[in-house]
Every structure is written in C-alpha cells, then in structure tokens.
C-alpha cells in the first residue's frame, strides 16, 4: 500500500471496520453456523475490498466484521509480523478501525490473523484465530462438481480422497502433500486447513483457541471450533508424519539466530549455496533470543 | 461531518443501545463465545429486559426470516429489525418460550446445506440454576455441567429428534435476564434432576 495514501474518510463516511453492518451481520450469521457445523464449509455473500481477491480478503472480512475498540490484533504471514502481507493488512486495520491497538507479540493479541502459520505459543481462550483460506475444498482435486462435492461433504464420504493418498503412497512411499493437509473435524468434514505446514496440523486439535477460516474468493467460511477433534486423515497403518528437521547425524536443526529446537523452521539458501535454517514464527524467535540474551547477562 | 445528537437521557440511552454498531460487536463477540464454548453463560452487557432485544439486533436484519409465534418481540422492536416474518417451521430464527414446548418442527436444513437449519432463541426463567443439564460435545474441555430453570422436559425430547441425523439440526440459544447460553446442534445433553 501507498504509505501515503489516507482513506477518504470524510467524504465516505466509512462505518467502523471499513464493512456495512449488513455485511458484518451476515459474517456474524455464518460464523455461528459454521462454529455449530464444525468443519463445514459455509458459504456467505463475499464483499468487494479494497484489494485483490487472493490476498486475505477472507480471513481480513472475518476480522473486521468480529473487531472492536479493546481487542488487540496481530497479523502474520508465514510467521512473520513484518512481511508485507501482514503489514498491509493491519495497515488497513489501524485506518479503518480507530480504537484498535496491533500487536506483534502473540501473547498480547485477543484476535490473530494469519497466512499459512499457527504460532508457536499456545493460544488461549481468549484469542481467536483466523486463517486466511485460498483453496477451501479438500475434494476439489477428485470431484470437479461442487453440487457433488457437497453431497460427499454431508455423507462424509472422502473414499476418492483416501484414494488420492494411496496411491501417493504407492507411487511415492509417502503421501506427497507438504501443506494444505486434509484434516477431519469432529469425527465428520474433512476441512482444508489453509496452507499451514503438516507441522502445525496438530495444534488444531483440540484448541483452546477457537479458529476461524475465511475464503473470501471462494466465498466460504468455515471453523475448528475449540476443543475439538481435528485429526489428519490417514491409514492405520502408515501414520501421519510432521516435517523432518533432523540434519544427516539425526541432530534437530537449531535456528540460526535464536538456538530454538522447538520450532517450525524455514530453510535459508545463501548466495553460496549454503544452507542455514531460523524459525519462521518471527515473534516466537526473538523472545526466545531475548529469554537467552537475559540468561547470558545473568551468568555473565 | 455531521455532529450526532446525543440524548443524554439514560433510559433513552438504554433503549437505543441495542441498534449501536459497536454494542452489537461487543455483544457479537459474547454470542460467539456462547457458540464456541456450549454451557458457558455469558451477559451481554444490555439492560435486563433489552437482552433478547440485544441479541436479536446483533444477529437478525432484513436479510433473514423471524418467527415470534408467541409475540416475545415488541411492534417497535420487530419493526426496526426489519425481519420478513414467517411460521416457525419456515423460519431461520425462531423466538420462543421455555414453558411451551414447540408442537412445530424448525427447518432442519438439507444434507448439502447444513447451515439452513434454524436458530431458535428460547426465553427461560433462569440460568445457572434448576434442571441439571450434563454437556459433552465440541467446544466442551471433557464435561460442563449447566442448570436451566423454566425449560420445559418436552422441549429436550424435541431437541434430540431435530438432531438425530447431523448434519442437519436446529441451533438453540437461552436467554434468562441478562445472560445467554448456546447449544449448537453438536452438543450432546444428559438431563438430570427434576424440573
């Protein structure tokens, strides 16, 4: 976003959170169902933003329709609080909701919008978190009709998708999604859980947290809601499996900056070709640095 | 800009909350907490009387159908919802009363869509004591235990019909003063106790 550009507020007499109340009402609506039918996808009437659909639209409508004067928000993308995603929505956030704070620390947030990462802490029952949703259905890749798809979704009926990961299996010993990883809900929905890491799949299971998704291109919301089963689908025989951050002696990789072992970590290529690895979780990463940094000064 | 008018009168102020986009927002997020975590009581933060006003306000426009067959609604309220009326077997939020057990069936919604079964908002004598309730379900940390008073049996024999088959299923919201719990149609209820 242009750091100069102010919305017209006077002239436009925008409400509260950049939405009409109608448009919120009807996210409110929906987002009671979709709690009530955990896991289904819940279509409502997706609004126009001021940016492209793709970019957040979905989980930034459920933000600014749930938002008021005493949360306190923190956005991140990919981990990051800086990254420019993240900055611009809770840009958009600090214009059109005055009253607001934004936060970078997960612990000081009521309400956390993401792209493609839960944090590393546990969230509480106080927070919420959205998730901002490009691709909703899991059955989209074996089922073209979504009339269709529908009538598996409510019959729970993923046989052609358990198909799909056997023969991952038996083509590539190893079921090939890295991301985006199909988890049923409560015994029912499977979901499309956004492109989070496999690594971050089990903290959906039974969350304190309530977390919504929001897809706002395909006009879709739908939620996990706290304590709730959401379980990877699998076979009983080759079980679910999180990213591997072992390095060739089976050590777990440190982050390069903040020594964590802990975290979800991604992997930086330098000009060179070497490789060297830090924590994606950004807020995550600089408190571990500055409980380590207190340690050193203590000893020291 | 136009400067707003502010009565300062604070029986007006009571009145005129309800329609204040931000009390909605705060009331939204108390509603969502209810959902999120079935038995949990929550308040509103409305006037005693206004807490079905409240919620009603926060959940129900123009866009949507409102049945109020035992006229709980006053002709002001209703007017400014702006709700289409319609019966409760066709509407999507149903206003009702704990000691009427409902001879009606609310819309249940379809296997594809799920979402079309109804809300019903039944007005009680009071929460967090009477008949003991046993929850279980999602949202529920294990077990919660919740105590309705002026629900009438009949009205849980109807519950567990409209949501046999999940998942279609009916949505229920209690209202006693200035306090509301959620049972949203995942939640599993052992009734305990006398009435």
Known sequence: MNPGYELPQDEAGYSFGFLDEFAKREIRRTLLKAISIPGYQTPYASREMPMGRGFGTGGLQLTLSLIGPGDTLKVIDQGADDSVNAVNLRHFVELTCPGVDTTERTHEATLIQSRHRIPERALTEQQVLVLQVPYPDPLVIVEPSEARRKVMHGEGDYSRLLTKLYEDIVQFDEITISHRYPTRINGHYVIDPSPIPRYDVPRLHQSRALVLLGAGREKKIYAVPPYTDAMPLVFDDVPFRIEDFRDGQGHRRACSRCGATDSFLDEMIADDGSKTWQCSDSDYCNETLATRTAQIEVTA | ?195
Not at chain 2, 6 to 25: E, G
Not at chain 2, 67 to 80: E, G, H, I, K, T
Not at chain 2, 130 to 152: K, N, W, Y
Request: glycine share 8%; net charge negative; proline share 7%.
């Open chain 2, 1 to 195: 800009m136009h400067e707003a008018r502010v009565n300062t009168n604070s029986t007006d102020q009571h009145a005129i909350q309800p329609w204040q986009p931000l009390a909605q927002q705060a009331a939204f997020r108390h509603v969502l907490e209810a959902f999120s975590y079935p038995g949990r009581v929550v308040s509103l933060g409305a006037a005693p009387n206004d807490t079905l006003t409240m919620l009603l306000a926060t959940l129900v426009d123009a866009g949507v159908t409102l049945a109020d067959p035992l006229n709980q609604v006053s002709a002001d309220d209703r007017r400014r919802l702006d709700a289409q009326l319609a019966l409760p077997d066709r509407a999507q939020f149903v206003v009702s009363q704990g000691a009427h057990v409902p001879d009606y069936q609310p819309v249940l919604g379809t296997l594809e869509s799920p979402e079309h079964g109804a809300t019903v908002i039944v007005c009680v004598e009071s929460l967090g004591e009477g008949a003991r309730l046993d929850l279980t379900g999602p949202g529920i940390d294990g077990e919660t235990t919740l105590h309705v008073a002026g629900m009438a049996p009949g009205w849980w024999i109807q519950r567990s019909r409209w949501n046999t088959s999940f998942p279609m299923g009916v949505d229920l919201i209690l209202v006693a003063g200035r306090r509301l719990v959620a049972l949203p149609r995942t939640t599993r209820i052992q009734v305990k106790g006398a009435h």
